[in-house]
């Protein structure tokens, strides 16, 4: 469902973005916002650059949906019926699992790609506003990358001797003897 929305956003505001450049810059008072290169060859590249990242952005969410699609079909497939037919034997869970993890990471791309279009938007104003939204976007995409674990990032060297090992290495003899 997000990929579906992010798709149609992206390829709407490709559009509009489209529309933008073609109709030209005609109004003269939007042009006192602008901090930076005013001229047509200059816009131009900016409305260039944005619409070719939401092209990106429509393309990866695309590839999104058609992974997904497909997982929800090969789950569907009954595994009994499956085992019996021996031309159908790449059909496996992992295969499944492997479909659904591509699914998510072409919407993570995609939902990037629309990060990435906030500081190419602010490009029109400016080098001062795209730079600033350049730094907030380093410093939120840092907190999306990084998982923190009892206040160190995980798989750290600090922490005790239970560092860099997975929760299953900390948590399984503990469970075993319950």
Known sequence: MA????ASTAIMLSSLIAVLMSSGSGNKSARSFVFGDRSELGLSVKFFSILVCFLVAF????????????????????????????????????????????????WS???RAF?????LF???????????????LV???Y?????????????GEEGGDDAGRGDEDKFGSSQNQV
């Open 59 to 106: 393309l990866l969410n695309v590839q999104s949906i058609r992974y997904y699609s497909h997982a929800s079909i090969l789950i569907n497939v009954p595994f009994k019926k499956m085992c019996l037919n021996h031309r159908h034997q790449h059909l496996s869970t992992e295969y499944v699992a492997r479909s659904v993890n591509r699914g998510s990471y072409f």
């Open 115 to 119: 990060y990435f279009s906030f500081p």
């Open 143 to 155: 907190f999306l990358d990084v998982t923190f674990e009892n206040g160190w990032p995980a798989g």
């Open 3 to 6: 990929s579906t929305v992010l």
């Open 122 to 136: 602010l490009w029109i104003f400016g080098p001062i506003p795209m730079f600033l939204s350049c730094f907030f």
């Open 109 to 111: 791309l995609g939902l």
């Open 139 to 141: 410093f939120l995409l």
